[in-house]
Each structure stands twice: as C-alpha cells, then as structure tokens.
C-alpha cells in the first residue's frame, strides 16, 4: 500500500514538473520607453517585433558604450541569435560628434565624421547581408536621457544593403547602463 502511494505521488509530482515546463509561445512585445538603465532594446524590423536574445553564445551580448571626449563616440550592440547558425544585430555608432540628452539625430552613413548612423546585420549559414542607414534615406535617433551610467533612446530608420534591398526598422527604444 505504501509503495502504491509512493508510486502515485511520484507519477503526479513528474506529471505536474513536465506540465509546468512547457516552452512558452507568447510572441515578443517591445518593452516599454523608460530611462531608468533597464537594459531593454526592441523594435519592430519589416513587421516583425525585434528584441535581442542570445542562446548559443553568451560572448555576445546587448551593450552600449559612449565616451564624450577626447573623441565622442557612441556604440550599440544588440544581437539575436534564432538558431546556431542564425544572427541578426543592430548597431548604432557615432564618431566625432558629442551626443546631448533631448536631442534628435539624422542618421547618416557609415564612414562619416559627425554622424551618428545605423546597421542592420543579418549572418544566415555564414551569409551576412549588411544593410546601413544613409543620409539619403529616413532614419533618426533621439536620446531621451544621456548620463555617465545611462543611455535611452528611441530610433527609426530605413537601411539599405550594397544590393539595393531595404529593410524599415521601426518603433525602436532602448534604455542601457553604459559599460
């Protein structure tokens, strides 16, 4: 009898274990806009919700680093792995150009002095289509608190690859400790 109410107690206790761990299909949501050093990012690439997840590398990670002088400079990363073999990053760079808290920014091109600008990364099976924001096209970054621990933001941009495709990258925010 003992051993039958074991066995039963058991049984359930797995049974309720495998039920309680079933994988979530919840779609991702942005995070909310706050300037509170969370360390959130998202927004919206062609459609589809973006927030940065890492599950088969943890040398990579969502960062932010800006230092003012002596050259300013302002670098994002934010990666998403969806398989081994599947990347997407978004980056946003400045060089030359001293960010201010409350401003809003055009994004530029790569390779410019005094511009902030953007890149949208996607590595596939060791494919890597790169596409950048340019002055030609919409695109703008506005610092919504800029302190010696904290960056916030909201962002968007159309990128562009040498090819010619576009990606719209839309609804952005990010709240960061700066590193």
């Known amino acids: 009898?003992?051993?039958?109410?074991?066995?039963?107690?058991?049984?359930?206790?797995?049974?309720?274990?495998?039920?309680?761990?079933?994988k979530s299909n919840q779609p991702d949501?942005?995070?909310?806009?706050?300037?509170?050093?969370?360390?959130?990012?998202?927004?919206?690439?062609?459609?589809?919700?973006?927030?940065?997840?890492?599950?088969?590398?943890?040398?990579?990670?969502?960062?932010?680093?800006y230092a003012g002088v002596p050259i300013p400079e302002l670098s994002i990363t934010a990666p998403r792995n969806e398989s081994e073999r599947s990347w997407i990053t978004l980056y946003f760079q400045s060089q030359?150009?001293?960010?201010?808290e409350g401003v809003t920014y055009r994004l530029g091109s790569p390779g410019t002095t005094g511009v902030v600008y953007a890149k949208y990364v996607h590595t596939a099976d060791l494919e890597r289509m790169s596409y950048d924001s340019s002055s030609e096209l919409n695109g703008q970054l506005h610092i919504l608190k800029l302190t010696s621990k904290i960056i916030?933001?909201?962002?968007?941009y159309d990128a562009i690859s040498p090819e010619?495709?576009?990606?719209?990258?839309?609804?952005?925010r990010f709240d960061l400790s700066l590193n």
Not at 1 to 22: E, N
């Open 29 to 65: 949501q942005l995070p909310e806009v706050s300037t509170e050093g969370k360390n959130t990012f998202g927004c919206v690439i062609d459609g589809k919700v973006f927030v940065p997840k890492v599950r088969f590398n943890i040398a990579l990670s969502l960062s932010a680093y």
């Open 96 to 100: 030359g150009i001293l960010l201010s």
């Open 152 to 156: 916030s933001g909201t962002f968007t």
């Open 1 to 22: 009898m003992f051993l039958k109410k074991s066995f039963l107690l058991c049984t359930l206790s797995v049974l309720t274990l495998i039920l309680s761990c079933k």
């Open 164 to 172: 010619g495709k576009k990606v719209e990258v839309r609804n952005g």
